[in-house]
């Protein structure tokens, strides 16, 4: 399905003193930077991005991509600013699309309904271009949702006559929850096994292996959000209603997974504290409308135990003096901003002790921090508040003012710092804390339904979405993305079908009409959210990322309410749209050939 980023590729540019400024819709921003500069053809240093906001992206609008700087070539010729506005028939064949999957999977499973062996057989619809890896983290996925006992997992991915392809939110999981999750089903009603107690005996924990070199997990709660959302949902009141009919319309239950690694390290943190005692956490990390460049923020601000009032997040404007961060897509930002903020915290605090101990004598252990000052641990009447810590920061120069840096840093930050040097006392520094695994984000959800096997169309008349993304930075964010994440999933399990020219390989879809996400229309009135809300011992405070796999796992989980309504017919593919459930309800044959894709 394609991306149905509400804001099109639209960019504007300009160029003044040698420096091509450039104001475009990315999900990230200082991750965008490198490689915008190598489409330009200039160095990273002489480009000025500007994306305080993006209307949406879902993975194709992570980093820099072709369309964006032919604003940037377009000003240079004429020596004008130019805007470039991209119509939305235009974003299907410029924009990209999650690549499709054809495939083959056996899977044993033990009498208890333990999966004792899984072989996984995926070929990737590509695309013109070189694509995404879905089909590699399809294995990785069924992998670590499932812990099978043993696993053989291939892939390959084939170019086609279509427009571009690439990361589309959970890019390879979620494709793999659909398929899979539905499975899992057939599996238990024939071992005789509730569908939840499947999953269970089969959820991945912390010390789960994943993937082909059977790696470690930083943590994983997947029972723990299965139990959880099982008793919010009222599970076992929920499935004996199952099948239950009124007229045309059938009851149908269904829970699902997923899963998507999120998590990274080895980027820089950046924060100053300026004489009027404001702390600025400088931010790389773009605007996805999650508002995670300010949460992830937030971990400065504990570490300092500064009053949120008198915290400024600078981000959005490569001019504000912004640090390498890594891209936001793929889960990642939760878990390696709040460490690359922690870092940088925990930086400054060690030179508002150094200083501390310099003008009041005694050593910087003698010291700690509370109420915006720095004090001494023995008296409390030697303190300083950061303001004047900040002003003989300046005073001092040298690592406390910015004129030296960590030579580790990359070279973005540097610059940044550079630009910074004498206005404040810095805290900067690359995360090299310990990160022995992947960092897995997990999901469950619950939903009921009703069908009707007249029109094939159905009803959700109840949801609920499970995160296990260890400590929630933003709750209200969270719940945003838990139902966000849902949507999405609805539309890729029953909506967005995506049809092209067979000849000329053009989209037939051209407007989003045609190929229509979901609207408020086609959700239930109510959605509920919870999280498991375990810390991650890798994260200093306890976070992991989450966007990923709530698409997944609410796709599946209506899969699997479908078929269950259906008395366990099972389609293996999406979209289902009603013209198959139809079919499946009247004991026709489908319209479609088993390896038929990309058709009206």
């Known amino acids: 399905n394609p991306h149905h980023s509400m804001e099109t590729r639209s960019a504007m540019a300009y160029w003044e003193n040698g420096k091509c400024h450039v104001h475009g819709s990315t999900q990230s921003h200082t991750f965008v930077v490198p490689g915008l500069a190598r489409y330009i053809g200039i160095e990273p240093e002489d ?53 499709g999957f054809q495939g083959r999977i056996k899977i044993g499973f033990q009498s208890n309904g333990r999966i004792s062996a899984l072989d996984l057989y995926v070929v990737q619809e590509n695309g ?40 589309q939110r959970g890019p390879g999981q979620n494709q793999i929850a659909c398929a899979i999750e539905p499975l899992i089903d057939k599996a238990a009603a024939q071992l005789g096994i509730d569908p939840l107690a499947i999953r269970r005996i089969n959820a991945p924990h912390s010390k789960s292996k994943v993937g082909g070199r059977q790696g470690p997990v930083t943590s994983a709660y997947m029972k723990e959000a299965l139990d959880k959302g099982a008793r919010a949902f009222n599970w076992q009141a929920k499935k004996r209603r199952s099948g239950q009919r009124n007229g045309a319309k059938v009851i149908g239950v269904g829970v699902g997974q997923a899963f998507h690694p999120a998590g990274g390290s080895g980027f820089d943190g950046l924060v100053r504290i300026t004489p009027d005692g404001k702390l600025h956490i400088h931010t790389g990390v773009g605007n996805l409308g999650t508002f995670s460049h300010s949460a992830t923020s937030r971990a400065a601000a504990e570490i300092l135990k500064y009053n949120w009032d008198n915290c400024i997040v600078e981000r959005g404007d490569s001019r504000r003096h912004l640090p390498w961060n890594l891209l936001q897509a793929g889960s990642n930002t939760s878990f390696t901003m709040t460490r690359t903020n922690y870092v940088a915290a925990m930086d400054a605090k060690r030179k508002l002790q150094e ?153 037939a879809n051209t407007a989003l009409y ?25 994260n200093p405070i306890g976070a992991r990322g989450i966007g990923e796999p709530l698409e997944g796992c609410a ?46």
């Open 514 to 538: 045609q190929c229509k996400p979901p609207s408020y229309l086609d959700m239930p009135v109510e959605m509920k959210t919870d999280a498991v809300n375990k810390a991650d011992p890798q």
């Open 355 to 507: 200083i501390a101990a310099r003008d009041l004598g005694g050593k910087a252990d003698d010291y700690d921090i509370a109420d915006e000052k720095v004090y001494n641990k023995r008296d409390r009447s030697k303190s300083m508040t950061y303001a004047q810590g900040a002003a003989r920061a300046i005073e001092l120069g040298g690592e406390y003012a910015g004129h030296v840096v960590p030579e580790d840093l990359n070279k973005m930050t540097k610059n940044s710092v550079a630009g910074l040097a004498g206005s404040g006392l810095i805290g900067v520094a690359k995360d090299n804390m310990e990160k022995n695994g992947t960092v897995p984000a997990l999901a469950a959800g619950f939903i009921e339904i009703e069908l009707d096997v007249e029109t094939g169309k159905y009803e959700i008349l109840d949801y609920l979405g499970v995160a296990d993304c260890g400590t929630v930075l933003h709750p209200k964010g969270l719940e945003t993305q838990i139902k966000g994440g849902a949507i999405m999933g609805f539309g890729l399990a029953t909506m967005e079908r995506y049809s092209y020219d067979p000849q000329i390989g053009l989209p």
């Open 128 to 167: 013109a271009y070189s694509g995404f890896g879905d089909y590699q983290a399809a294995g990785g996925a069924a992998s670590m949702v499932y812990t099978p006992g043993a696993m053989r997992f291939r892939g390959i991915p084939v170019y086609t006559n279509t427009p571009m392809r690439g990361a």
């Open 555 to 600: 796709a599946s989980a209506l899969l699997c309410a479908i078929s269950d309504a259906l008395g366990g017919h099972y389609f293996n593919r999406t979209p289902v749209t009603p013209d198959q459930i139809l079919n499946a309800a009247s004991g026709r044959p489908q319209s479609h050939k088993p390896m038929q894709v990309n058709m009206v």
């Open 47 to 99: 480009v000025v991005y500007i994306a305080e906001y993006c209307g949406g992206g879902f993975g194709s609008k992570a980093g820099a991509y072709p369309v964006l700087s032919i604003p940037a070539h377009m000003s240079k010729k004429i020596n004008r600013p130019v805007m470039m506005r991209i119509s939305r028939a235009e974003e299907y064949f410029l924009g990209s699309a999650r690549s």
